[in-house]
């Protein structure tokens, strides 16, 4: 059965720094995988889809990385500012229709 | 931008009733899904919808609950006698292709009393 993990499960850091996200998952054989944000209290804002076949995704600041292999996607955000607080989650896609959810990254970035 | 929308926002019922969440997915997705979050926990699978029929259902979505696209716009999701452990915050998704980005909706909070 997957289970996916997010590691830290709440990360604080000032303005302007760069970091990173982690997120793994036990069975490597996963179709897609994708990248949330949600804000307290609110629904799922998609951010990134990462293809099996891809290494990497862009959008903007964000860079998502996935390795199958070893089965590990990381969240990379650049220049954080104080509007990227939220929960970040990762999800997968296995053999269905379902996604798999990982417990989140509280994320806050302090002014 | 296309956005799936639920409504209610809020629901609040008394165990053993009814309800009824519904959800407008974006118009031209062929996949449904309803998930649901209880307060502090991870998000959790409980259904998909394709050509009308459930494609796949999580152990969570048992004879208590079915879904139903009633007409070409809505998708609901129906339990029949809530229970406490039924609240939640349930979140209706739709995706173009199976596998492809699932969009999110602001979810319907429940509370059963």
Redesign the interface.
């Known amino acids: 059965k997957q289970e996916v993990t997010q590691i830290p499960a709440a990360l604080s850091v000032p303005e302007g720094e760069n970091l990173v996200l982690n997120c793994s998952f036990t069975d490597s054989a996963i179709y897609n995988l994708q990248w949330f944000r949600q804000d307290p209290g609110k629904g799922l804002t998609s951010l990134l889809l990462i293809q099996s076949s891809q290494r990497e995704q862009t959008s903007g600041r964000l860079n998502a990385s996935l390795d199958k292999s070893s089965g590990r996607s990381t969240l990379y955000i650049a220049a954080s500012q104080p509007g990227d607080s939220a929960t970040y989650l990762c999800a997968v896609y296995g053999a269905g229709t379902a996604l798999i959810f990982g417990k989140g990254t509280t994320l806050s970035v302090s002014s | 931008e296309p956005e799936v929308t639920q409504t209610p926002s809020h629901q609040v019922t008394q165990m053993g009733q009814e309800v009824i969440l519904r959800c407008v997915p974006i118009s031209n997705h062929l996949?449904f899904?309803w998930?649901r979050q209880i307060l502090g926990?991870?998000?959790?699978?409980l259904v998909?919808f394709?050509n009308n029929e459930i494609?796949?259902k999580?152990e969570i979505f048992d004879d208590q609950f079915s879904v139903e696209r009633p007409d070409g716009s809505n998708f609901t999701l129906k339990i029949r006698s809530t229970k406490l452990e039924d609240s939640a915050m349930y979140?209706c998704?739709s995706s173009a292709m199976?596998?492809?980005?699932?969009?999110?909706?602001?979810?319907t909070?429940l509370l059963v009393l």
């Open positions: 996949y899904y998930y926990q991870k998000v959790e699978f998909s394709y494609s796949e999580s979140f998704a199976s596998s492809e980005t699932q969009y999110f909706g602001p979810g909070r």
